[in-house]
């Protein structure tokens, strides 16, 4: 989770004149009652003090001791808020923080390498100043626990996240039977994919699922979250997407909030862990798409760019994949790991929102 991660993306996307087509501001200093939006008092005091504290989830693996650590987690929810108020308040119509989308923190611990939630943060602030429905669009290859967990028990936050079965990876949570709470059933919608899925199930998957909730809920604003740790290259997880299925995901993500909330869109980052070949040209790929300026996956990456990187670099934006996807509505193969997981989603969480799972 290093801010190299982030430099690395931004110099790339700088590199191909992506960031000629948007707005760069610097983030505003942190805010932190903004914070208490979602998290609790004494941890939010916990971690200020920077000590070992086990009970917060502070010291460990995942989240150990890290100079300046509050401040730091605490500005990331403070950008994540900035975008979401340009683009609230009519000022752009969309707006990333890569920086963000630490989705596994909890209200009252760190989880994930995650120590405060700024998508949930986000969205808080955007229900306390008008925004009535809200669309959360998680793909990171790990649950979207913490955002989950937040806004469960509530009818005006939709939750959906398309990762990695948990009975294979980190957080352990994201079953297609997590529908929501008792006065929010259908509100969590979790697509739990095998081990192995590329582009082709992937996309498929989302297609199956994603655009018939979200159409059914008709939020205000979208927010969605792009970890990049989904990509083939990952060290920590086992999917096999390239990076030219994950410009797919951006532009079904993209169209749908063209076509329900006029454009308005927040887009964060999230996880990844193969910088050079996953994380820089998958951000960079989103920022095109937010930007109306898409960067065709031909592209060949400047030749500055990757010298200081020799062999390990990239020589252009795709991975030679055509994205391409059979519609689950054409038929499911009930052999299919894929289609088992897409089947089990829609019937879990469909007719609690009037839909009909069944797509024949």
């Known amino acids: 989770m290093s801010p190299g991660r982030v430099r690395l993306a931004m110099s790339l996307a700088e590199a191909l004149g992506v960031l000629e087509h948007l707005q760069v501001v610097e983030p505003e200093p942190a805010v932190d009652e903004l914070l208490s939006l979602v998290h609790d008092a004494d941890y939010i005091e916990a971690v200020r003090r920077q000590e070992t504290a086990p009970a917060y989830g502070i010291g460990t693996t995942d989240n150990?001791?890290?100079?300046?650590?509050?401040?730091?987690?605490?500005?990331?929810?403070?950008?994540?808020?900035?975008?979401?108020?340009?683009?609230?308040?009519?000022?752009?119509?969309?707006?990333?923080?890569?920086?963000?989308?630490?989705?596994?923190?909890?209200?009252?611990?760190?989880?994930?390498?995650?120590?405060?939630?700024?998508?949930?943060?986000?969205?808080?602030?955007?229900?306390?100043?008008?925004?009535?429905?809200?669309?959360?669009?998680?793909?990171?290859?790990?649950?979207?626990?913490?955002?989950?967990?937040?806004?469960?028990?509530?009818?005006?936050?939709?939750?959906?996240?398309?990762?990695?079965?948990?009975m294979?990876?980190?957080?352990?949570?994201?079953?297609?039977?997590?529908?929501?709470?008792?006065?929010?059933?259908?509100?969590?919608?979790?697509?739990?994919?095998?081990?192995?899925?590329?582009?082709?199930?992937?996309?498929?998957?989302?297609?199956?699922?994603?655009?018939?909730?979200?159409?059914?809920?008709?939020?205000?604003?979208?927010?969605?979250?792009?970890?990049?740790?989904?990509?083939?290259?990952?060290?920590?997880?086992?999917?096999e997407l390239?990076?030219?299925?994950?410009?797919?995901?951006?532009?079904?993500?993209?169209?749908l909030a063209e076509e329900l909330t006029e454009g308005r869109w927040v887009a964060v980052g999230g996880g990844g862990y193969s910088p050079l070949q996953g994380v820089a040209r998958a951000w960079t790929h989103l920022l095109g798409v937010l930007s109306g300026h898409p960067v065709p996956t031909a592209t060949e990456i400047p030749t500055s760019w990757r010298e200081p990187f020799d062999d390990l670099a990239p020589a252009t934006m795709g991975d030679g994949s055509d994205a391409s996807f059979t519609p689950f509505a054409q038929g499911m193969d009930p052999e299919s790991a894929v289609d088992q997981a897409i089947q089990a989603t829609r019937r879990a969480v469909f007719p609690e929102l009037g839909l009909d799972p069944d797509p024949y």
């Open 168 to 239: 294979h990876l980190f957080p352990g949570t994201g079953f297609a039977t997590e529908v929501g709470g008792a006065s929010a059933r259908g509100s969590a919608v979790n697509v739990a994919l095998p081990p192995g899925t590329g582009d082709a199930g992937w996309l498929r998957a989302f297609d199956a699922v994603v655009p018939a909730v979200v159409r059914a809920f008709g939020p205000d604003i979208v927010v969605s979250q792009h970890g990049c740790d989904t990509h083939r290259t990952d060290p920590l997880t086992d999917l």
């Open 64 to 166: 150990p001791l890290v100079e300046g650590m509050h401040e730091r987690a605490s500005q990331v929810c403070t950008a994540t808020v900035q975008a979401a108020r340009s683009v609230w308040s009519g000022e752009v119509r969309a707006a990333a923080n890569i920086s963000g989308g630490l989705h596994h923190a909890m209200p009252s611990c760190t989880s994930g390498f995650c120590v405060y939630n700024d998508p949930a943060v986000g969205i808080r602030w955007l229900q306390r100043n008008g925004a009535r429905r809200i669309a959360y669009i998680d793909l990171d290859a790990h649950h979207g626990d913490g955002v989950q967990e937040v806004f469960w028990d509530d009818p005006d936050v939709l939750t959906v996240s398309l990762h990695e079965s948990p």
């Open 242 to 255: 390239t990076v030219d299925g994950m410009l797919a995901s951006y532009r079904m993500v993209h169209a």
